[in-house]
């Protein structure tokens, strides 16, 4: 291949060209590439001149691809086509919080083209959206509540899930089909949260719809914490669903909890005050059409 030959050809020649085509019309394409429509047909001329070929018969009206334009279209395309997959590329910093990472995170590299690579970046709930805000992470998948402060975050529920109760599985409540948050309140219970502060969580939400206020023994943001602490006695857990099926379940029972009244929603959510690379958009994109009721 002669690279030399290629600085000949200019990339915007080969845009007009393909709007010309694909509009019907020089016009058309001017309006559509939003460039004036003496410049288009100097471009289309030059890639003429160019290639010692007409590629439009102007006498017909809209002009029409000549046998020689027909045959370099789809080169043409396919050139456009490469080159907005090149500049599609990039990295995505990709925020989550850890059970939602181990279970959402594999499935979203496997359906990104090569040129997107995922840089994974963990963290509680509640410090992904300083992390957004910042700009150290590009995207974050969270629950909606705790709510975010920020006016600049926009977001978009992406699925919803249940709360469930954890049982050590010696427990007598453990073989039940579904239990009441009444019953619950009543126990030692270890919930998903911080260790004090005035956020709420679904869990707090939960009971305080039905007039409940129940202490926790211990709260933490760790799945498998919340896990262990069940396992050793210390407690009941409360939390949603997808946390605790993507860790060990061993010597431990999840039971739904009937009328909870509050599901855990997760959203993906977005600066609002900045465009998205087209890298970004891939991976939104991804996330849209997943799905979620699997």
Known sequence: MDLGAAYSFRMDWIVSFVAVARYGGFSAAAKA???GQSRISEHVAELERALAVQLFDRTAHP???????????????????????LSAGGDVRFGAYPSAAAWLFPQVVRRLPDNVRL??????SVDLEAELVRGDIDLAVRPVHPLVASENLEHEVLWREPLVAVFPESHPLAAHESVGLAQLAELPLISIGE???PRQFESHLAFASKGLSPESAFRTNQPQ???SLVRHGLGVGVTNE???TTANLTGVRLVPIHEAGVERQVA?????????????????????????ST
């Open 33 to 35: 590439v939003y460039r």
């Open 225 to 227: 914490t919340l896990l």
């Open 242 to 244: 997808l946390a605790v």
């Open 268 to 292: 993906l959510f977005t600066r609002r005050d900045q465009p998205r690379s087209a890298a970004l958009e891939k991976v939104v994109q991804v996330l849209q059409r997943m799905n979620w």
């Open 63 to 85: 002009p029409r691809l000549t046998p020689e334009g027909r045959a370099l279209l789809p080169q043409a395309e396919e050139i456009l086509r490469r080159v907005q997959n």
């Open 195 to 197: 260790s004090d502060g």
């Open 119 to 124: 840089l994974l970046v963990e963290g509680p």
